[in-house]
């Protein structure tokens, strides 16, 4: 098309059908991106399995303080001691959690840097 000649119709119905086809795809981009951040939003909600309380044996996903990284797979292996066991008090929600990946590697964690992990099955399957 020239700089003073007319567009013809097919012209414009490719146009139009090009217009029509991006602007749904930036609709489905938006709802994606959209989708993908309340995802993240809602990746590191803490959730505690068993009311409230993470058990010996338990698989957990551990997010690092100080990486800000969350990672799955982590085995409780040695939990808090209560703090008066002869009160029979729970275990000490603010203790070091011990856990332990399956390659024998291990971290100390708070239970506020851990989530329940459904996925990995264990305790909470």
């Not at 969350?70 to 070091?96: E, F, Q, Y």
Request: aromatic fraction near 6%; proline fraction near 6%.
């Amino acid at each position: 098309m020239s700089a003073g000649s007319m567009p013809c119709s097919g012209e414009i119905q490719f146009w139009t059908v090009m217009r029509t086809q991006m602007m749904e795809q930036t609709k489905q981009l938006r709802r994606i991106a959209d989708a993908l951040e309340a995802r993240n939003e809602a990746e590191f909600v803490r959730v505690k399995p068993h009311g409230g309380d993470i058990k010996l044996g338990d698989m957990v996903i551990w997010k690092d303080p100080e990486t800000g990284e969350a990672t799955s797979g982590w085995k409780v292996v040695r939990v808090p001691d209560p703090p008066d066991a002869s009160l029979g008090d729970a275990v000490d929600p603010l203790g070091i959690y011990v856990i332990a990946q399956q390659d024998g590697s291990e971290a100390e964690a708070h239970a506020c840097e851990l989530t329940a992990d459904f996925i990995c099955g264990g305790a909470n399957a």
